[in-house]
C-alpha cells in the first residue's frame, strides 16, 4: 500500500508533470529521500491557479530543462510569490526556457512554503534551496555538467531566497541526511531580479516578511533573515535588476544589497529600469524590462556561463 509521504510525492509530481508539459521540462527530482527536515506540511495535491502558480507544496522538488546543445552550466530557478505561492507560470517557466535556448541547464525549485505548517518555519525553503545545490551538483558528472558553474536566479522573494542561498551557503541549515549533503551549497554566481533583500524597516512591508517572520517581528529577526546582513567576502558574483516603480519590492531593496556587495568586495552589477513594476519575469515586449535578459546575457558570458 502507498503511504502518506509516497501519496503525496506522487499527486505533486503528477500535478507539476501536467504543468509542464507544454514548458518542456524533461525530467524531475524529488529533493528529500524521506520526509523533509523538521516534518509537517500540507495535506493534498498540489494547487494551482490559471495563471501557473502553485501552492500547498507537500513535495519539494526540482523539474530539469535540458538544452539541446548542454554548454555545461548550469542555473537554479526560485520564482516568487510573497512565499505563499510560486510563480511558475509567469516567472520560473519561461526563464527555464531562455536559458536552455542559450545551452545552460535549467532546474525550476518548488520550494516548501514557511506557512503551510512546516516545522521548520523560515528555515523549511532556506533547506530546499541549499539540498536543490547539492543535488544539482551531486549529479553534475552523470549529466555532464560542470559543479563549478552552478547558478542561482530568483525573482521577487525567490529572489530573497537565493540571495540567502548565496550569502549564507556556509549556514547548517538542517543536518546531512546522506552523501549529496557533503557537496557545496554554494553558487557561483547570483541572479536576483526585483528582489526583496531587507525584511528592516521602513522597507518591510511585503508579503515575503510576513510569511517569514510574522508580522510584529523583533529586530534581530529582521536583521537575521535580511540577505544584505549576511553579505561577506566570498559571497559569488551578483546581477541585481529592478524598475524603479516598483509598487512591491521597494526599490531601496536592489541599492541596498548592491551597496553591502561593494563593501564586501564583491562584484555586483545593478540595472536600474525607470519603469516596469513588478512581476515582470523575463520581461514585456515594448517596454523598459525587455532590455534586461540582453544585459543578463552579457554578464553571464562575461562570467564564462556562456
Known amino acids: 500500500m502507498m503511504d502518506r509521504r509516497s501519496f503525496l510525492i506522487a499527486a505533486t509530481f503528477a500535478t ?6 507544454a514548458a518542456s521540462s524533461n525530467s524531475m527530482i524529488e529533493l528529500w529521500p524521506a520526509q523533509p527536515p523538521g516534518g509537517g506540511g500540507p495535506t493534498g495535491p498540489l494547487q494551482r491557479n490559471d495563471k501557473g502558480a502553485v501552492s500547498n507544496i507537500a513535495a519539494p522538488g ?14 537554479l530557478i526560485a520564482a516568487g510569490g510573497g512565499y505563499k505561492r510560486i510563480e511558475l507560470g509567469n516567472e520560473a517557466y519561461p ?3 531562455w536559458l536552455a535556448s542559450k545551452g545552460i541547464t535549467a532546474y525550476v525549485l518548488a520550494y516548501r512554503l514557511p506557512r503551510e505548517g512546516w516545522e521548520n518555519g523560515p528555515l523549511a525553503p532556506l533547506q530546499d534551496a541549499q539540498r536543490a545545490m547539492r543535488i544539482i551538483r551531486a549529479e553534475a558528472a552523470r549529466r555532464r555538467l560542470d559543479a563549478s558553474r552552478v547558478g542561482v536566479l530568483g525573482f521577487s522573494a525567490g529572489g530573497h531566497l537565493l540571495g540567502l542561498a548565496a550569502t549564507r551557503s556556509a549556514f547548517a541549515s538542517y543536518e546531512a541526511t ?9 553558487p557561483n554566481l547570483a541572479s536576483l531580479i526585483y528582489p526583496v533583500i531587507t525584511l528592516k524597516p521602513p522597507y518591510d512591508h511585503t508579503s515575503t516578511r510576513r510569511s ?10 529582521s536583521a537575521e533573515w535580511s540577505v544584505e546582513t549576511h553579505v561577506r567576502s566570498g559571497c559569488p558574483p551578483v546581477f541585481l535588476a529592478q524598475a524603479e516603480d516598483d509598487p512591491i519590492s521597494d526599490p531601496a531593496n536592489t541599492l541596498i544589497m548592491a551597496d553591502a556587495c561593494r563593501k564586501a568586495g564583491i562584484p555586483v552589477e545593478l540595472h536600474r529600469l525607470p519603469s516596469g513594476g513588478h512581476g515582470f519575469g523575463m520581461g514585456k515586449p515594448g517596454t523598459p524590462t525587455a532590455d534586461w535578459p540582453g ?12
Open 16 to 21: 507539476l508533470s501536467t504543468t509542464v508539459r
Open 62 to 75: 526540482l523539474e530539469v530543462f535540458e538544452p539541446e546543445k548542454p554548454n555545461g552550466a548550469s542555473m
Open 95 to 97: 526563464a527555464a526556457r
Open 178 to 186: 546522506d552523501a549529496i549533503d557533503g557537496q557545496s551549497a554554494r
Open 212 to 221: 517569514l517572520i510574522g508580522s510584529h517581528p523583533d529586530a534581530e529577526a
Open 295 to 306: 544585459w543578463w546575457e552579457q554578464w553571464l558570458r562575461g562570467n564564462r556561463f556562456l
